[in-house]
């Protein structure tokens, strides 16, 4: 692996948790390292502007990140979304996310539906030599997804989902001078989701209570440098809660809540272990069972692998909490606030956003505001157009 291949490696998995180092003590702060960290890159502006949630939120074009069994009953026989995310635009100003999206309902029954996405993060234009070439090289790191997904109602208020997924992540380069061959690695990942919905009565209202859950990239290893350097996918479990209620004619809100845990074991610290010869064989012999251990075998010692203990463990799930107002499914206002704990990366941000439907197509922004004014998340912009199929159906007149 080369010396920019290492370079591109850590920027990317520092991404997630760029403002969090800063202000912290090196003997507490212990974040999940995991490759291809921009698959936790919340990708449309609806979820984003309600501090990163959406695994029981109504459903729409973007449910494929967030909890894909909702697309069993969406209203909507078909839709697509596309969404573009600059990144990190205080430090640079050619990173970005783009994401394509979309879903469509099978059948007469209105029970299942099929579903995709790609989305493409560019890590933007990098100039840099290699060994015997003093002009400089131009290069494009990249990563990219793509999936495609079924979901299906098993009762009148339960469905569930899974999704397949391909994942490629180009962070290096050739250097044929010096003998390096570096070239980009690939996954292949699952998800397994599921999603509630009940309307119960609260007084004379009729409200809309639900719940889902969503577990995401389960899989293989991501091998970077020819499989020198295994690294875990972000395997991630989200669980959340929605809960909507009238509060005039045409006047909706809803309350949600997201909880985050990464799958994924924290890797070994030195600091962990006793300061002298054996503890140095600990170490070393912890690392290479880390390094060597099966993603599946990880998922479970994610749950009881922290030198803290139950505290330690509870510091890895982080929360968002959002709401969102509606006006006749027309006009949307958003906000939300998203917390990881300081040891675990230290994410700390609120999500403003609003949203204007009309038949065809719905136009969603959203804002981001670090609670740290030094974070390079701070001020982030998303956007998001989404197209509803049912509406192009009565422009163009079939029934």
């Known amino acids: 692996m080369n010396l920019f291949h290492k370079i591109c490696f850590a920027f990317a998995a520092a991404l997630l948790f760029a403002s969090g180092a800063a202000g912290q003590d090196k003997n507490d702060f212990n974040p999940i390292q995991t490759g291809v960290t921009s698959l936790g890159i919340a990708p449309d502006a609806r979820g984003a502007s ?43 100003n050619d990173i970005f996310l783009a994401n394509l999206s979309g879903y469509w309902k ?94 119960p009565i609260i007084g004379r209202n009729e409200c809309q209570w639900s719940w889902g859950f969503d577990i995401s990239n389960i899989g293989s290893k991501v091998n970077y440098n020819h499989g020198d350097n295994p690294a875990f996918l972000p395997t991630n479990l989200r669980i959340g809660t929605s809960f909507t209620f009238p509060l005039a004619d045409y006047h909706n809100l809803s309350l949600n809540l997201d909880l985050n845990k990464l799958l994924v074991p924290a890797m070994p610290r030195r600091q962990d272990y006793e300061d002298d010869t054996e503890g140095e064989l600990q170490y070393v012999k912890a690392y290479e069972d880390w390094q060597n251990m099966s993603s599946i075998k990880g998922i479970f010692k994610s749950f009881n692998d922290a030198p803290g203990g139950m505290k ?14 509606n006006y006749n499914q027309q006009f949307f206002l958003r906000a939300g606030y998203y917390y990881q704990n300081p040891t675990k990366g230290n994410l700390q941000y609120f999500g403003i956003g609003a949203g204007f439907a009309l038949n065809v197509l719905r136009l969603d922004a959203s804002y981001m505001l670090a609670t740290a004014q030094t974070s390079p998340l701070d001020q982030t912009l998303r956007f998001t157009l989404t197209f509803d199929m049912d509406g192009l159906k009565e422009i163009f007149g079939k029934k």
Do not use: C, H
């Open 106 to 199: 099978l059948g007469q029954d209105d029970n299942q539906a099929i579903s995709a996405s790609l989305r493409y993060f560019s890590l933007g234009e990098v100039v840099t030599e290699t060994s015997g070439d003093t002009g400089g090289q131009s290069l494009n790191p990249y990563e990219m997804a793509f999936d495609v997904g079924y979901s299906r109602k098993l009762s009148e208020k339960f469905s569930m989902g899974v999704v397949f997924r391909y994942i490629y992540s180009d962070l290096g380069f050739s250097d044929s001078y010096a003998g390096d061959q570096s070239t980009g690695a690939s996954a292949f990942s699952a998800d397994i989701s599921g999603f509630y919905t009940t309307y």
């Open 50 to 92: 309600m501090g990163d949630l959406g695994a029981a939120t109504e459903p729409d074009a973007n449910s494929q990140f967030w909890n894909p069994s909702k697309y069993a009953f969406a209203y909507s026989r078909g839709g697509v979304a596309l969404s573009y995310t600059p990144w990190l635009r205080k430090l640079v």
């Open 312 to 325: 330690e463990e509870l510091r890895e799930i982080s929360y968002s909490i959002g709401a969102e107002y």
